[in-house]
C-alpha cells in the first residue's frame, strides 16, 4: 500500500544536539511538507519542497533544516538553534488532484 | 489574513448522535480540507472539497462558498469516531497554502 513513513514515532534528544526526522513516501508524489503541531494550536509549515533539490521555507523555518535529494524522501533537521524544539512533527505529500496525505508522526522531546 | 475558525473546540456526545463541526475562513479558497487525528497523532485525510456535498459512510461534508464555512456531520455518532477533527482551507497558488484550523476533539461516550 501507497503511503508515508516517519520515523521514529517518539524521539528523546539532548538539548543543544541536532536531530534529523525521518520522511518517507512512495505515492510518487511531487510535493513534500513538514508541519509542526503544538497543544492548541493548529498545524504550521516548517518547509515545503514542490520538486526534488527544490525546497521553501514555510511560517517557522527558524531552527530547521531540510533536504530533498530523492522524490521519496524529505528529512527534516532540528538544529540547536531551534528554541523551542519540543513538538509533534508531521510530514505531508500532496497532488493537485487527490489531495494530501499525511504521515503519523514523530513526537519531539528535548531534555 | 487567511484565518480558519473550527467551532466547537470541544464537543461531547452520547453513542448514537448526529454531530456537527463547523469551520468558516476568511476569504477565498480554491479547496477545504476536512481531517482526522487520532490519540496516536497521525492524520488520515476525510475530505476535499470545493463545492456541495460529499459522503463517505457515515460522515457528510458540506461546504458553502457564498457564506465561506463548512460543516463535517457524523451521522449514528460512534466512540470510535473519537478524534480531533481538523479543517484546513487551501488558498491555492503555490503548494503549502494550507491554513489549519486548530481542531475540534471530539468524544463520543457508549
Known amino acids: 500500500d501507497g503511503g508515508i513513513t516517519q520515523s521514529p514515532k517518539y524521539l528523546f534528544r539532548k538539548e543543544g544536539q541536532n536531530v534529523t526526522l525521518s520522511c518517507e513516501q512512495n505515492?510518487?508524489?511531487?510535493?513534500m511538507y513538514w508541519y509542526r503541531q503544538d497543544p492548541g494550536q493548529g498545524l504550521r509549515l516548517i518547509y515545503y519542497?514542490?520538486?526534488?533539490?527544490?525546497?521553501q521555507k514555510g511560517d517557522i523555518a527558524e531552527g530547521y533544516s531540510v533536504s530533498r535529494e530523492k522524490k521519496e524522501s524529505f528529512p527534516l533537521t532540528v538544529t540547536s538553534a531551534q528554541k523551542n524544539p519540543t513538538a509533534f512533527y508531521l510530514c505531508?505529500?500532496?497532488?493537485?488532484?487527490?489531495?494530501?496525505?499525511f504521515g503519523s508522526g514523530t513526537r519531539l522531546t528535548v531534555v | 489574513k487567511n484565518e480558519v475558525e473550527q467551532s466547537p473546540q470541544n464537543l461531547t456526545a452520547q453513542e448514537g448522535e448526529f454531530i456537527t463541526i463547523n469551520c468558516s475562513y476568511s476569504?477565498?479558497?480554491?479547496?477545504l480540507h476536512w481531517l482526522q487525528q487520532h490519540p496516536g497523532g497521525g492524520i488520515v485525510s476525510l475530505f476535499m472539497?470545493?463545492?456541495g456535498k460529499k459522503k463517505h459512510g457515515r460522515l457528510i461534508a458540506t461546504i458553502n462558498i457564498q457564506e465561506k464555512h463548512s460543516s463535517l456531520h457524523i451521522t449514528a455518532s460512534h466512540p470510535r469516531d473519537s478524534a480531533v477533527y481538523i479543517c484546513?482551507?487551501?488558498?491555492?497558488?503555490?503548494?503549502?497554502?494550507?491554513?489549519f484550523g486548530k481542531g475540534t476533539k471530539l468524544s463520543v461516550k457508549p
Open positions: 505531508a505529500s500532496s497532488t493537485r488532484r487527490y489531495g494530501y496525505t
Open positions: 505515492l510518487n508524489h511531487d510535493a
Open positions: 519542497s514542490q520538486i526534488v533539490n527544490d525546497f
Open positions: 476569504v477565498g479558497i480554491s479547496a
Open positions: 472539497l470545493s463545492s
Open positions: 484546513a482551507g487551501d488558498y491555492g497558488g503555490s503548494q503549502g497554502n494550507l491554513i
